[in-house]
């Protein structure tokens, strides 16, 4: 699921710009005035043509993406030709004559070409073409490779994310430097959840057995969730579920535990059992969807375990 971003060097000149913080490399020349008119002739993607404008409009640097008819546009987005789908996106770098951004037609059902990786793709080439190069040292949008996960030199999103915030710090201090303005505070959540998190467990009920200390945990399995296929490298694994208990609070990391087998279908109640010792215990459950993405919140019950 690499995607990865190619961009042919057209200026011979390559200016590094490394403060303490910033390590942004600045590779063409800034438009005049800060204003750069696109056209979009590749409307399978108008949504992350919409993401990536939105992401350099909104970051502080005095440059504008505004839309313009195709007679009028500074650079034009176009499909890759003969190409329908591909692991790269290309670009010109900064400020030429006939500015161009080819990326890959949109199949939502693929892990190179989905909306998602797009929106990243799309961001990255208009990075180049207000005129930033590849940062190879930190974090970076602008790092020459990328997945939905965020780019290669940046923390990952979870495996059911992607890297809805778009810009890093050093983008926008690249962009601040080659057209002035004021890095602006970012807002919003740096990643985002692809599809609605599955349900927590209901019912949840504790019951001894004739074994010292082993207790029936019973509950409800909820409905299952759809996760976008082109999450998985392979077929799509089983959903599960978690359950575990601890002395006083109750656990909070459905990773502590291991997951097991569903045998019952959504709606009806599924058993298992735990081991618990004498004094108060918080017993906690999770459903697991085929992703492994636990449910926001278990289903949690705290009870005391006496002898006799």
């Given amino acids: 699921m690499r995607a990865t971003r190619v ?6 000149a390559l200016v590094v710009f490394a403060g303490s913080a910033d390590a942004y490399v600045a590779e063409g020349h800034p438009w005049p005035g800060g204003v750069i008119r696109y056209y979009n002739a590749a409307p399978d993607q108008a949504w ?16 504008r993406f505004v839309a313009a008819s195709a007679s009028q546009a500074d650079v034009r987005i176009e499909h890759f030709p003969r190409v329908s789908c591909t692991i790269n996106a290309e ?13 890959f037609r949109r199949n939502d059902a693929s892990p190179y070409c989905n909306r998602y990786i797009a929106a990243e793709a799309l961001t990255h080439e208009l990075g180049h073409v207000m005129g930033l190069g590849h940062e190879t040292r930190g974090c970076a949008l602008m790092n020459p490779v990328g997945t939905l996960y965020g780019p290669a030199l940046c923390p990952k999103a979870e495996p059911w994310q992607w890297k809805c915030g778009l810009l890093m710090p050093d983008d926008v201090a690249g962009a601040v430097h080659l057209y002035g303005g004021t890095t602006a505070p970012q807002t919003g959540a740096s990643d985002c959840d692809l599809y609605p998190g ?63 087998s569903w045998n019952t279908t959504a709606g009806h109640t599924e058993q298992t059992y735990l081991t618990l010792p004498s004094g108060v215990s918080c017993v906690s459950v999770w459903a697991v969807d085929s992703l492994g993405r636990p449910s926001a919140r278990p289903a949690t019950l705290r009870l005391r375990v006496v002898e006799g």
Avoid: M
Wanted: include cysteine.
């Fill in 91 to 103: 670009a010109t770098v900064g400020y030429s004559y006939h500015a161009r951004v080819w990326i």
């Fill in 198 to 260: 599955i349900a927590t467990p209901t019912a949840l009920a504790v019951t001894p057995t004739s074994v010292s200390h082993q207790f029936r945990i019973s509950f409800h399995r909820p409905s299952g969730v759809s996760v976008p296929a082109f999450l998985f490298d392979g077929p799509t694994p089983p959903e599960s579920f978690v359950a575990g208990a601890t002395a006083g609070d109750c656990p909070t990391d459905a990773h502590a535990f291991s997951r097991r």
């Fill in 7 to 12: 961009v042919p060097v057209l200026l011979a």
């Fill in 48 to 63: 992350a043509v919409k993401r990536a404008v939105t992401a350099w409009n909104s970051s502080g640097a005095k440059v």
